[in-house]
């Protein structure tokens, strides 16, 4: 497959599930930083440069040793001896060399929240597999996955031209009481037109006493249901598990059981209610502990984006054959 041009121009890297298309903004669940972390803001986020086939910036390169199984996705100005090929796939990142297994590095965002580098094609134990979209840094919104506190709306402005345009608005929620009779606040609004030119729009929000507090958004409850093909063993406990502290970010102990609910006509379906935050990128899994404590793991990472609806609810279904 042939690879598109390299960005002109500086870039950031953001998380992005699998499956997800890599310029769906709100697909992004984070943005990566010289260290390899995760953060929320354009500001915090690494600014990269493809030259030569090399990944750098002002922080350093980003390279690796031979023999090395996988690494954080960290800057240094200390260059190993692998820091060929990056390319840029479908606005998607690529790093290519003969000593990686299948010759191309995989990613994956490890339980602690860093990008790790994988270059034996071996995923880390609880490592989610991940990809990272390429997105210029001058199109970078400051929240790409806007953080809780932030509720979003869409305005349709009719320019002068009679194109019609849709304007995302973002603005903070907060429990204080507002003292001041009246507050006016302008901000720089990036937009898209239907022709696909990018405008940045100049808005206005003005906030009034009249409502002395703020309507937090509500938690989402979420039902996960999984069909059990072939059916639950006696004595065993259907869990789930996942990358947030509701489903035990990870920790078998704490994972979450599961209750029957129904034999639907392709198997018995198992499900949980649990109410999360809105607005997050989830990954979870579904486990079987058995009486003894042993475990079997559904070999699926599954993820989705748990979006603010005015219903308050969600429900994602999934079925494995454990047999």
Known sequence: ????????????????????????????????????????????????????????????????????????????????????????????????????????????????????????????????????????????????????????????????????????????????????????????VPTTTSSGTSTTLATTTTTSATSATSTALCNIAVQFREAVLGGLPSNTTLKIIGSITELGSWNVDLGVPLSFQENSPEAPVWSVTIDIAPNVTIYWNYIQVNSSGAVRRDPITYSNLLEWNKYCSASWGSSWNWW
């Open 1 to 188: 497959m042939a690879a598109s041009p390299t960005p002109l121009g500086s870039f950031v890297l953001g998380v992005l599930p699998p499956a997800a298309a890599p310029l769906r903004k709100r697909a992004i669940s984070g943005l990566v930083s010289s260290s390899g972390g995760i953060v929320d803001w354009c500001n915090l986020a690494a600014k990269f440069n493809i030259v030569d086939g090399e990944l750098m910036s002002n922080s350093g390169y980003l390279s690796t040793n031979v023999g090395v199984a996988f690494a954080p996705l960290a800057l240094s100005l200390n260059k190993g001896p692998i820091s060929n090929t990056f390319t840029v796939i479908n606005n998607k990142l690529r790093w290519e060399n003969s000593a990686f297994a299948s010759g191309v590095a995989l990613y994956c965002m490890s339980t602690d929240g860093v990008v790790l580098a994988v270059f034996n094609g071996i995923y880390p134990q609880g490592c989610v597999v991940i990809n990272l979209a390429v997105v210029q840094a001058s199109e970078c919104l400051e929240a790409i996955s806007s953080p809780t506190t932030v509720s979003s709306s869409t305005t349709s402005i009719n320019t002068s031209s009679g194109t019609s345009t849709s304007v995302s608005t973002k603005a903070s929620t907060s429990s204080s009481a507002s003292t001041d009779s009246s507050s006016l606040s302008s901000t720089s």
